[in-house]
């Protein structure tokens, strides 16, 4: 596994978790590009090939994975590719993407490298272990689509490496692997998407990464700031990040980047990644529903709200997204009450069941039913703002200057060559 502030010199290898155990998954379809390219590991035995097994199924049985096609029982299952080039894949059904996102939904997808299955709380693990530019390779066209220009492939690419090796959250270390697949670390959706031209993104920036004060960047992006980013202590605890700052996306002409002005809704399906739906991405509304606040207070919060009274923001980023959100209601007393709801993300979460798109919205009550959020941005708005980059792009922006531009004071350096 990585190892947290330290500047690899080699290209690294990483591991992603593919399948987790709040997925729920008790069993997996595998097929293979070519079985003879792949061995079979249980903790007894190794099986040099899996030939005349194109399609293979991982179950659970009695707490061990079980592969009837081998007749074979073991608490952990390795499939590891015989040869270490770009050709074979593994692909793996009945993925969960989007996971408890209102995008949420499965997916098959097909790897490149070692995938590793054990079980935890009787559900099935799986981690995929690769070299970080094959890897690569994967998530800038799963974040976006590999129709994007090279420019935005680029710099979404220096931005994911740098993320990824800067390695500040380290959210799954527990579980044994260095990111998940999901927008929980970065979407990460295997090796279907790529393309020549995202291949040859990656391949011309290999090893480039964004460095401040000798150290890696955190890269932070997201996928829309709604016309100025957001600063990293808004967002998350903890410091000031000097080059995590709230900047306007607009051009000499006050024209916002990210927004349809430069990047078409239409011409926006093209680009964006195929998990997401394709919503207003930029400016949007949401009707807030007495009872959808009302149940949500109680399955998220354990709090029994009769009627929402009202909803008011007492702390708010230059982003206009909202920090800090007082949410006043009467009890079953009939008395007034109140919640504090104290960060973006615990904002979007309680708001919506679906998970709202920013917290960069104004309130309107509607009537006494609902409210209206009148929002901006989709996405925490710290970093790198995707749709903006794609617009510089368009623009005739180079990544270099993407990149200077979202994270000011950051230079661009080489760490590793091939
Ligand atoms: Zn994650
Ligand atoms: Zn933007």
């Known amino acids: 596994m990585l190892i947290p502030r330290e500047i690899p010199k080699i290209e690294p290898l990483i591991r992603i978790g593919l399948i987790l155990p709040q997925d729920k998954i008790e069993s997996v379809q595998v097929s293979f590009s070519d079985p003879q390219c792949f061995e079979l590991e249980t903790e007894k035995k190794l099986y040099p090939s899996c030939n005349n097994q194109d399609e293979l199924t991982l179950q659970l049985r009695k707490g061990e994975l079980h592969i009837s096609q081998f007749n074979v029982t073991s608490p952990t299952i390795n499939i590891i590719p015989s040869i270490q080039d770009e050709e074979p894949y593994i692909t793996l059904f009945g993925m969960i993407a989007g996971r408890g996102f209102h995008w949420q939904k499965r997916i098959t997808a097909s790897f490149w490298g070692k995938i590793e299955f054990s079980v935890m709380d009787h559900k099935i693990i799986a981690i995929n272990e690769l070299p970080l530019e094959q890897y690569l390779k994967c998530v800038a066209t799963s974040e976006m689509s590999a129709q994007c220009p090279s420019e935005f492939l680029k ?8 993320w990824l090796l800067a390695n500040i959250e380290q959210k799954h270390k527990h579980l044994g692997f260095d990111i998940c697949n999901d927008d929980c670390c970065q979407r990460y959706q295997g090796m279907a998407n790529t393309t020549d031209v995202s291949i040859t993104s990656t391949n011309d920036t290999l090893g480039q990464v964004l460095i401040f004060n000798d ?5 932070r992006y997201s996928k829309s700031c709604g016309g100025s ?23 000499e002409s006050g024209a916002v980047y990210c927004s349809p002005e430069i990047v078409s809704e239409d011409s926006l399906k093209f680009y964006i990644g195929d998990v997401d739906e394709k919503g207003k991405y930029f400016r949007w509304t949401y009707k807030l529903a007495q009872s959808e606040l009302v149940s949500s207070l109680k399955e998220k919060c354990e709090l029994t709200a009769v009627n929402i009274l009202e909803l008011n923001p007492l702390k708010t980023g230059d982003s206009g997204r909202i920090i800090d959100l007082e949410i006043k209601y009467s009890d079953k007393a009939g008395k007034t009450q109140s919640v504090l709801l104290q960060s973006e993300y615990e904002i979007r979460n309680i708001l919506s069941s679906s998970f709202l798109y920013s917290s960069a919205f104004t309130i309107a009550k509607e009537s006494d039913d609902s409210f209206q959020l009148n929002g901006k941005g989709w996405g925490h708005g710290v970093g790198m703002c995707q749709i903006g980059a794609l617009g510089r792009a368009f623009s005739n922006h180079d ?14 350096k080489t760490i590793y060559q091939s």
Do not use: F, M
Not at 155 to 162: K, N
Not at 401 to 408: D, E, F, N, R, V
């Open 155 to 162: 710099a979404q690419t220096i931005v994911s490496r740098s």
């Open 215 to 219: 150290q890696i960047c955190d890269a």
């Open 229 to 251: 980013t957001e600063k990293y202590e808004n967002v998350w605890e903890g410091d000031p990040v000097p080059y995590l700052l709230s900047i306007p996306d607009v051009n």
């Open 399 to 412: 990544y270099a200057s993407i990149l200077k531009h979202y994270y000011p004071g950051s230079e661009l």
